[in-house]
């Protein structure tokens, strides 16, 4: 069954400028629940604006982004939101983390919009930093946290709510070789979570993994399939 | 001097100038959405609509909101008004002192009544993922907007024609005597006050919207008239005072604040289950309970004023 569905999907900046440009053109795609999808390409081949887009961060300029059958380009913003909380876990290049706040408070920041007693929360904090291999630096505020760890802290962030889908976008930029190995280690366990999961990078690392179902090749906003 | 330059006509105006440039914007804008909206379309026309109506949507929910904050400035600019106003001591003077005060305030209550289903059947139509109500809602706006221009014109007609010079009646019009329409009694249309409060109640526990809308609305008739000519006058204690405006003032405690806030509250939750549904399709009985809470509210203030001063003196006015 197809979790996320695209449809002649067109992005396009600046519209009625001179530097107006499409950022997608005609994107059709589809991906299935549970697979991992890499998008490659090179900077400003249009991957970010896709994910963003899968995201509901943005909309498209036309074209449909079906979610679980439903047209998230559609819906209003305030449910965009609410899409985006429960659904969707983004991991970032530059991880965006609350500076200032411990790992656990980090990772707490999500639950704090839902209804969920203390208990509940501290056990999905908990879990979620088992899974990113994090709890032993829970206490421990952000800013002194080494890349791979701060990078690990924004996995757990993005999966604490348990979303259906996460959107990874150039997990592996800003991590050395040993960082970015455990980052696929983190990967295999998505896959045995049966997590739909994007990357959008450019990393060879990513070539032949055996955890990744598609690799889809990307290039001036068209997909290359 | 000109009534142009009292700094509340001039925030006042200022402020409603800035309102209308604002909806004239969104009116733009509305006539493109009306015109080419198609929710199932996934062009680029569509999304830029959609863009369009969430901007006029803010526009709009800000500049309506202004409107009835603005309503309550208004009524106080009036009152202050009264100090450069010769011959009025209150409100009353200055709404009195032509023709077009009294449409205006009438057409201003209509207005807030207008605006506030507005941002009902909007807060609606922003709940659901396909926006079913866009055409009413901004149909229902464009009247709204065209009742605004007319509000603008008369509020220039009416500022324009006080006269600063010449005295103007104030509450001694009202000292004359009482004008109560169809010939009313002071008794009748006590008797008819509360009749109508109990058969509002009776309607609004029995959820019968438009029965409800049909008796609120006559309720604001004859409650004004009751408020004005019976319950004023032991709210004023003297039995010749008759004035809808006076009991906003300091000396009797703001209480006419919540004798017509409770009861154009009331009146309005009364009112609204039934135009909603006429709009959307949709029950908003709820409504209804506070439009009971309200009108009691206003009812059981009036009385106790007419019990206290009874209690009093042991006499009626």
């Given amino acids: ?225 | 001097m000109s009534i142009f330059l009292s700094n509340e006509i001039i925030v006042f105006l200022l402020i409603e100038l800035i309102l209308i440039v604002l909806m004239a914007i969104s009116q733009v804008n509305i006539v493109s959405i009306l015109r080419h909206w198609d929710f199932d379309a996934t062009t680029p026309l569509q999304y830029a609509l959609e863009k369009k109506n969430y901007l006029v949507n803010t526009i709009l929910y800000f500049t309506v909101t202004c409107k009835v904050i603005l309503f309550l400035f208004f009524i106080q600019s009036l009152n202050s008004l009264a100090g450069i106003v010769p011959g009025a001591m209150c409100s009353a003077g200055v709404v009195g002192a032509n023709h077009y005060g009294n449409a205006l305030l009438l057409l201003k209550l209509l207005l807030i009544f207008g605006f506030g289903l507005w941002l009902i059947v909007n807060k609606l139509d922003l709940a659901s993922i396909t926006f079913p109500y866009l055409k009413r809602k901004y149909l229902l706006f464009t009247l709204l907007f065209i009742g605004v221009l007319g509000e603008f014109i008369l509020e220039i007609l009416y500022f324009s024609n006080i006269p600063l010079t010449v005295p103007v009646f104030c509450c001694t019009v009202v000292f004359q005597a009482p004008r109560l329409p169809f010939g009313y009694t002071q008794t009748l249309l006590v008797l008819f006050f509360y009749i109508l409060f109990g058969a509002i109640l009776l309607l609004n526990y029995l959820k019968q919207t438009m029965a409800s809308f049909t008796c609120n609305l006559l309720f604001l008739f004859i409650a004004y008239y009751a408020i004005t000519y019976f319950f004023g006058l032991y709210i004023y204690e003297m039995p010749n005072h008759k004035c809808p405006y006076c009991m906003l003032q300091k000396e009797y405690y703001y209480i006419g604040y919540l004798i017509w806030g409770s009861l154009f509250l009331g009146i309005f939750f009364g009112i609204m289950p039934f135009l909603i549904e006429q709009i959307t399709q949709k029950s908003y009985v709820y409504l209804l309970k506070y439009a009971s809470l309200c009108l009691i509210i206003t009812a059981l203030v009036c009385s106790v004023y007419v019990v206290r001063y009874y209690l009093m003196t042991g006499v009626f006015l």
Avoid: W
């Avoid at chain 1, 001179?18 to 490659?40: C, H, M, R, T, W």
């Fill in chain 1, 1 to 225: 069954m197809s979790k996320i569905v695209i449809q002649n999907l067109n992005k396009l900046y600046n519209p009625n400028k001179p530097n107006a440009f499409y950022a997608l053109k005609n994107i059709n795609l589809s991906i299935e629940d549970g697979q991992i999808v890499i998008l490659k390409g090179v900077s400003g081949s249009g991957k970010s604006t896709l994910l963003s887009l899968i995201g509901g961060l943005s909309k498209p300029s036309s074209g449909e982004i079906l979610v679980n059958n439903q047209n998230i380009a559609k819906l209003p913003d305030i449910m965009s939101s609410a899409f985006r909380h429960q659904k969707i876990g983004f991991i970032f290049q530059s991880f965006n983390l609350l500076e200032g706040l411990s790992v656990y408070q980090n990772i707490l920041a999500p639950l704090a919009l839902t209804k969920l007693g203390k208990e509940a929360m501290h056990e999905k904090v908990n879990q979620a930093m088992q899974l990113a291999n994090i709890e032993h630096k829970k206490d421990q505020n952000v800013g002194s946290l080494s890349g791979g760890e701060r990078q690990r802290c924004a996995i757990a962030r993005a999966v604490v709510m348990e979303p259906e889908i996460i959107l990874a976008d150039e997990p592996t930029a800003n991590l050395d070789k040993e960082n970015s190995f455990i980052f696929i280690e983190i990967l295999k366990k998505f896959k045995l979570l049966h997590k739909t999961v994007i990357i959008a990078t450019h990393d060879t690392l990513f070539d032949d993994l055996a955890c990744i179902d598609r690799c889809v090749q990307m290039r001036d906003g068209e997909l290359l399939e």
